[in-house]
């Protein structure tokens, strides 16, 4: 596609509940990143991936939060048992590897009632 | 760890200048960004610069890098009403193969008609 793709665009989800967001990077970009926006905060990292892999977990705030990319393109990033914390916007970004440039798409708005 | 401070809010008016501050603390930044997002929208890369620069012009951007001071500044001449937005200082350092991102906390840019 020409842009970095993320669904749903918005999504509300019951407290407890299991969640699941979508990150189509654009074609040939191997690397993908997620991250989360708080209102009014700018964008924290949450993991890193290179191709398959899971490069860099280390922003990932607990083990309800998960996220898999199985054959290098399309990532989802998964959230277990949602708390009303876990609201925000999540962002997905890709790259061309060792590039500095990164595209951002438009983000997941999750709230969690 | 990596801080990057911005002030909240900057109003100007249409014709005029906009110049948008941005400290940061990491000696190790390699690349410095300003992104722009609009209201629920995702984060447009606007123009970057290499850690080892001083200056980059791009159309009516000017981006100003201190080293020596940590300090960023996103200079917009001639503000239209199409560049209200939040706008997004970050910094990357190299981590375990890959630039790690960190953003500030945006500067929300008010251009009055």
């Known amino acids: 596609g020409a842009g970095v793709s993320q669904t749903p665009s918005n999504k509300v989800t019951e407290k407890g509940k299991y969640v699941e967001l979508r990150c189509d990077p654009i074609?040939?970009?191997?690397?993908l990143y997620w991250y989360r926006q708080s209102l009014g905060q700018g964008p924290e990292f949450l993991i890193y991936?290179?191709?398959?892999?899971?490069?860099?977990d280390s922003g990932l705030p607990n083990d309800r939060f998960f996220a898999v990319r199985p054959e290098g393109s399309v990532s989802t990033l998964k959230i277990q048992r949602t708390e009303r914390g876990d609201s925000a916007v999540y962002l997905c970004?890709?790259?061309?590897?060792?590039?500095?440039?990164?595209?951002f798409g438009q983000g997941t708005r999750l709230t969690v009632v | 760890g990596e801080d990057v401070e911005q002030s909240l809010f900057l109003s100007v008016r249409e014709g005029d200048s906009s110049v948008i501050n941005c400290t940061y603390t990491?000696?190790?930044?390699?690349?410095l960004y300003w992104y722009k997002q609009e209201p629920g929208a995702g984060l447009q890369l606007l123009t970057y610069?290499?850690?080892?620069?001083d200056m980059k012009q791009d159309q009516r951007l000017t981006v100003l890098l201190n080293k020596k001071d940590k300090h960023l500044s996103l200079r917009i001449a001639d503000t239209q009403t199409g560049d209200s937005a939040i706008y997004f200082c970050?910094?990357?350092?190299?981590?375990?193969?890959?630039?790690?991102?960190?953003f500030g906390t945006g500067t929300k840019l008010q251009v009055i008609p």
């Open positions: 990491d000696s190790s930044s390699t690349y």
């Open positions: 970004a890709s790259s061309m590897t060792g590039r500095a440039e990164a595209f």
């Open positions: 610069i290499f850690s080892n620069m």
């Open positions: 970050a910094e990357s350092r190299p981590s375990g193969g890959y630039q790690k991102v960190t």
């Open positions: 074609s040939g970009h191997t690397a």
């Open positions: 991936f290179q191709g398959t892999g899971a490069a860099d």
